[in-house]
Every structure is written in C-alpha cells, then in structure tokens.
C-alpha cells in the first residue's frame, strides 16, 4: 500500500503531534468522526505510564473500560453529543504504539470488541501508530496505520495487522477535506 497521507485536523494534531518521540509513557486517544468532517475525542488521553505488564492494563483497552471492565460512561455521552451512532464514520486512534498483537487477549483482538460494546457493529477503524518499532514497511515514515474493523474477526486483525503501512501527516494544513 502506498504511504497514508493524514490530514492536519486541528483537534487531533494538536494533541498527537509529539508522540512519536520516545518519552513519557504510552499514550492513547480515539476519535468520533462526523460529517465535515469532524473530529471529537471520545474522551481525554489515556497514559500507561507505569502500568504496563499485561494487556489489559495497556492504555487500548483501558481507553474503553475500566479495569473493572465497566464501560466509560464519558464515551456515550460523546457518542449522543455527536448525534448517535449513525452519525459517526468511522473511529480513528491514535497511540504511542501499535496494539500488541499476541494472544485472545491482546489489544489488537480485544479493542474491537470493546468498541462494539458501545453499539458499534461494523464501524471502519484506523488506527495510527506514531513511534518508530523498526516495522518497515511501504514508504518513508517509521509511522504504522491499520485499517480495519470494529466486527472484524481475529484472522481478519491479524491480516490487517500484517498489511499495516506507513502514514504521515499532510504537507499543507487540513483544507477541510478528509476522506
């Protein structure tokens, strides 16, 4: 796949621009995008710094649950401010890193599901990745992006986990068209 080139939204490149340096935890973020297009974090910034250890105390899962594995109240209020479900194209994230991928229970498998828990059958997901893993890949930017699913099954996240390519941000400023 060629490079992505991502547009520079204000609300989301405000916030990510830094991230691919190798400091301060893991972070990440996921948006709502609407007509527009638009694009309103479902909540604030979810750090693991510290936390590691196992899947579900990485910030892709805790973004979408507590660590008692109750939804965030927070995230369905975002989705009615935003009109409801239908209203939203697709959920775009950004992280630190990309989703680890081993296991029933990785964030990769396992975020997905979580997304659907808020009703969210089938919605298109990417997912940006900013750090550089040394993945390669199409390109020249060390950035990964995954395209897929929120019903996708295992094999199809391992296959788009796979087939990741690089992105980078647009050379000109967001001109208000972001497909």
Not at 25 to 51: D, H, S
Not at 166 to 175: G, Q, Y
Request: glycine content about 12%; overall charge positive.
């Amino acid at each position: 796949m060629p490079q992505f080139s991502r547009g520079k939204i204000p609300a989301i490149y405000n916030v990510v621009q830094n991230w691919y340096q190798h400091g301060g935890g893991v972070n990440y973020i996921a948006w709502a995008i609407t007509a527009g297009p638009t694009a309103t974090a479902f909540r604030q910034v979810v750090n693991a710094g510290g936390l590691g250890g196992t899947p579900p105390n990485h910030p892709d899962q805790l973004f979408w649950i507590t660590p008692n594995g109750v939804l965030i109240p927070g995230i369905t209020n975002v989705i009615n401010a935003c009109g409801g479900i239908q209203q939203i194209q697709r959920i775009e994230i950004d992280c630190t890193l990309m989703p680890c991928n081993v296991g029933l229970d990785s964030c990769l498998v396992r975020v997905p599901q979580l997304i659907q828990n808020y009703g969210f059958n089938g919605i298109p997901l990417r997912i940006f990745s900013h750090r550089d893993e040394g993945m390669g890949g199409a390109g020249q930017s060390s950035k990964r992006l995954i395209t897929t699913t929120s019903n996708a099954n295992t094999g199809a996240l391992q296959a788009a986990y796979s087939a990741h390519t690089d992105w980078s941000w647009a050379a000109a400023p967001w001109n208000g068209l972001y497909p």
